[in-house]
């Protein structure tokens, strides 16, 4: 799973051509999918009814104290109780991908920042109640690993992507793990064109379209919506200002509404640059306030008519992995990202 550069100097990757992730949990050689692996994930003990849930530091291992007494055998020796490993307990996800793809169905296959993301939304639902019962949003959600997870949790989770065939495989992996969802979770897998109006025009749509189109009492529920997430959807250029005008119309509802977006930087050789860059990155970034802008740019900002979004980044660190057998690598980041007037 190391990072791999792309060395094309004379164009980008068209469409037809195929990608593959470096995500390929079990899958066998030769196979182009679509393919079902099994994310097995680590949990602690659940702490939903527990006073240690929301204290990290109160979970662990207790050392014996100086005034503890023990009980003695016949021989007089004091009996010891073996100390036991911190309880934990583990789900699996069973997920359908595809091995490799094309550009535009790159949702059908499962990427390093998907898995980071859901290493996130894990920790939090353990360690705090932050995401009990909220609606929540996955945009550009591909298999729609982390939107299950969420469905845990929250009261409802809209899982959106583009395209009959990753829609329909994100269709079947909500299927493949609805036992797993809390028992009154409704999750819904969704049409969402970052490059069409929204809320979305009632058109002619496709059989399998209408599926996953929009009811208009759906439109207003994701108005209340608290929480975004989106992972690996940083790669294109006009995507990223896709991603981000809708993103505008989306967080400009009440109430205010964060989102948790994890990325990771590719690395392309430029005769421009006459170097390996992360344009796509730098991209990215030129969206962003940082709680680092200099004093000149805030100022202005304060001043602005129009309303911007302010990111942080979050110590992957801070973030157990839960999600086994896979390596988050160096360059993968995770931001929350607020809309601000």
Known sequence: MERKVEEDVQQPLSSSEQVMSEVHLGCPPNQSGPHLSHFTISLPLPLENSTLRG???????????????????????????????????????????????????????????????????????????????????ELGAGTGLVGILLA???????????????????????????????????????????????????????????????????????????????????????????????????????PEK??????EKRYNFTLDDLDVVANGYSHFRSYLITEKADDARCNLLDSASEPFFVGKQIDLRCIPCYVRDYNRGNDVELWKIKLKS
């Open 55 to 137: 204290n990290a530091d109160a979970v662990g291992d207790i050392s014996i104290s100086a005034s503890t007494s023990f009980d003695l055998d016949e021989d007089g020796d004091p009996i010891l109780t073996r100390r036991k490993k911190s309880p934990s307990h583990h789900l699996v996800l069973t997920i359908q991908h595809n091995i490799t793809s094309s550009i535009p169905k790159v949702g059908l296959q499962v990427w390093r920042a998907e898995l980071v993301l859901a290493d996130f939304v894990l920790h939090v639902m353990s360690m705090s109640s932050d995401f009990d019962k909220v609606v929540a949003l």
């Open 152 to 254: 845990r949790a929250a009261k409802t989770v809209f899982i959106t992507d583009h395209g009959d065939e990753v829609l329909q495989n994100c269709d079947k992996n909500v299927d493949l793990n609805a036992e797993i969802f809390h028992g009154k979770a409704s999750v819904h897998v969704r049409e969402l064109d970052w490059k069409d109006s929204w809320p979305p025009q009632e058109t002619d749509t496709s059989p399998s379209k209408g599926r996953y189109s929009w009811t208009q009492s759906e439109t207003e529920e994701l108005k209340k919506a608290s929480l975004l997430l989106a992972a690996d959807v940083i790669y294109s250029d006009d995507l990223t200002d896709a991603f981000f005008s809708i993103l505008k119309k989306l967080m400009s509802d009440n």
């Open 258 to 263: 964060v989102l948790y977006l994890a990325m």
